[in-house]
């Protein structure tokens, strides 16, 4: 095993056992910085950044690197699960959907149909409810 490696190992290992220490570290490290993303961008490009915060996030919220992001992207023809538009018809990139209480990820989705199927999934029963209650007035 590389040293880097066992660095990443061992950063990690510590990170898990000492999380919220290492997030009150970050936070204090934002109070006493408020420059240190502009100083960022400054020094390294905005695109740069959001690529690092996008990466950060992925693996963070869903466990999932860039790599299998990209991966899926592909596999759905850079088009939204749902709708089927092309990604290049979006000014911001598709979002994670996932199962709230498995964690588990499902597809890649624009932000309008993400959007919708929250609203769908979280309101299902009530939302079946009221249509067959109005089913004729529908038809």
Known sequence: MKSTEKQKKYFKEYYLKNREKALKKAKQYKIDN?????????????????????????????????????????QQNYCCDICNRHMSEFKTSFHVDHNHKTKKVRSLLCASCNTKLSVVENRLEEMTKYLNKHRKDVN
Do not use: M, T, V
Request: aromatic letters at 14%; one cysteine or more.
């Open 34 to 74: 408020p420059n240190y993303i502009k100083e960022y961008c400054d020094k390294y490009g905005r695109d740069k950044y959001l690529e690092l915060r996008k990466k950060s996030n992925l693996k963070i919220k869903y466990n999932l690197s860039i790599e299998q992001y990209n991966e899926k992207l592909k």
